[in-house]
């Protein structure tokens, strides 16, 4: 069905997977990038 209707041209939204992940596994994964200890720092507040 729902390739028929975007065939027909509607629109149809896809839903957003949200994942949550530890810093860790994000990094490992590649979600994340690893950064200085200076960039994790903020803007010095």
């Known amino acids: 069905m729902r390739k ?3 065939q027909a041209g509607a629109i ?4 957003k997977v ?3 992940y530890c810093i860790s596994c994000a990094i490992h994964s590649g ?3 690893i950064r200085s200890k ?3 720092k903020g803007k010095g507040y």
């Open 18 to 20: 949200t994942q949550n």
């Open 12 to 15: 149809l939204p896809r839903r």
């Open 31 to 33: 979600q994340r990038k």
């Open 4 to 6: 028929e209707l975007q």
């Open 38 to 40: 200076v960039s994790r």
